[in-house]
């Protein structure tokens, strides 16, 4: 557990979430400002700045919280989905705990790919 980490705090108990699924190494709640219908974030237990600082040290549980999302999506009713990783400051990441924004009830790629 990294000290001053909300996400880790999450983990911990220690805040109060609103959690819709667990697995082994994964946690997934709902993200406290919702940005879609669906709006769920799934981040690993352990604490790793970024995604792709997770794939390196874990990619076995990397590869459980991508599986997680879907199945979170489909939990919540959705086959289709996104998923969004905002990794570094000048990304949008303001949570430096690996996390997957699990995007479902629109189509969000409309807004900045198409
Ligand atoms: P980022 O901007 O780092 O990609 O995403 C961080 C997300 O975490 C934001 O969408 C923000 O609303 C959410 N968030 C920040 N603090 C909390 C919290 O204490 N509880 C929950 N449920 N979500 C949080
Ligand atoms: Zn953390």
């Known amino acids: 557990m990294a000290a001053?980490?909300?996400?880790?705090?999450?983990?911990?108990g220690q805040i109060p979430a609103e959690v819709i699924a667990e697995?082994?190494?994964t946690i997934a709640f709902?993200?406290?400002?919702?940005?879609?219908?669906?709006?769920v974030l799934v981040i690993p237990r352990?604490?790793?700045?970024?995604?792709?600082?997770?794939a390196e040290a874990s990619p076995l549980v990397a590869a459980e919280l991508l599986a997680?999302?879907?199945a979170i999506a489909?939990?919540?009713?959705?086959?289709d989905y996104n998923l969004v990783f905002n990794t570094g400051?000048?990304?949008?990441?303001?949570?430096f705990h690996a996390h997957a924004h699990v995007?479902?009830?629109?189509?969000?790629?409309?807004?900045?790919l198409a």
């Open 4 to 12: 001053d980490c909300v996400f880790c705090k999450i983990v911990d």
């Open 23 to 25: 697995s082994e190494h």
């Open 30 to 39: 709902r993200d406290i400002s919702p940005k879609a219908p669906v709006h």
């Open 46 to 54: 352990e604490h790793e700045p970024d995604i792709a600082s997770l």
């Open 68 to 70: 997680q999302s879907r």
């Open 74 to 79: 489909s939990q919540e009713g959705y086959e």
């Open 89 to 95: 400051a000048n990304a949008g990441q303001t949570v």
């Open 103 to 112: 995007l479902a009830g629109v189509d969000v790629s409309k807004l900045f």
